[in-house]
């Protein structure tokens, strides 16, 4: 008796299923991930409450006749918190070790930047938008009788659109950077101490460089374009060096 071996083609069409998680599965991860320390929750509360309750304390020493104006102040105070919201998401992987654990369930750097990026993108919106309208409400209540709401849509869509190129940055200078301590003092110093001597002493370089002057400005329609140019050139930069670092540096 004679056998007979007989060979089946493997089919070239099948479709192979991905086993990782989607990026909007991701984007929910890292979202969660933010939200679940006490560094995450503090700085949400901070991001949500620092700018109504900045415009109630300043209300205390002057009156309060035109909306836009505190709202771009609050815009600025929420957006310097959401860089640490975005630092956090990135720089304290490396800095508590848990990339290793994070690169290894998703060995694809780049989806994992994404994610984060996105993550953070969304919390800093939702977290300026609702600072925002706590700042509305505090203005209608401790504002003069005929408050000047002339610009106030437009101030809303700027401070919302500011937490998001804040916390992107945040999450862009993180990822270069690798080391939160490091990474917030050099933003904060550079940001809060360095640009605003440069205003002083060149004011046309100062204003093309400062993400905060350039919301405050933006939320009160002025150098609308220009400030539109800061804030995305801030996070173009900051996310381009920490998509190149990340890729580059060995995790250990």
Do not use: C
Not at 44 to 49: M, N, R
Not at 131 to 152: E, H, K, P
Not at 231 to 251: C, E, I, K, Q
């Amino acid at each position: 008796m004679t056998a007979t071996l007989t060979l089946t083609p493997v089919r070239s069409d099948v479709a192979v299923r991905r086993t990782g998680p989607s990026l909007p599965a991701l984007v929910g991860i890292e979202v969660r991930k933010s939200l679940s320390h006490r560094s995450g929750t503090a700085l949400a509360g901070a991001a949500v409450l620092l700018g109504p309750v900045g415009i109630a304390l300043a209300a205390l020493e002057a009156e309060i006749g035109w909306a836009a104006g505190p709202i771009g102040i609050a815009g600025m105070l929420t957006g310097m918190v959401l860089l640490s919201l975005g630092v956090v998401s990135t720089a304290s992987e490396w800095t508590h070790r848990t990339v290793q654990t994070t690169f290894l369930l998703v060995p694809h750097r780049g989806r994992v930047l994404a994610a984060k990026a996105t993550a953070v993108a969304l919390l800093g919106a939702a977290f300026a938008a609702v600072s925002a309208a706590l700042s509305l409400a505090v203005i209608a209540v401790v504002g003069v009788d005929d408050v000047n709401w002339d610009g106030t849509a437009r101030a809303l869509v700027a401070v919302v659109g500011a937490g998001a190129a804040f916390a992107v940055t945040g999450a862009g200078v993180g990822a270069a950077v690798a080391n939160t301590p490091a990474a917030l003092t050099a933003l904060y110093l550079l940001i809060l101490g360095v640009l605003p001597l440069v205003r002083m002493g060149k004011p046309e370089l100062g204003e093309k460089l400062d993400p905060a002057q350039a919301t405050l400005e933006l939320a009160q329609g002025v150098h609308g374009t220009q400030s539109v140019l800061v804030l995305v050139g801030w996070v173009v930069v900051s996310s381009v060096a920490g998509w190149v670092l990340t890729h580059r540096r060995a995790v250990q």
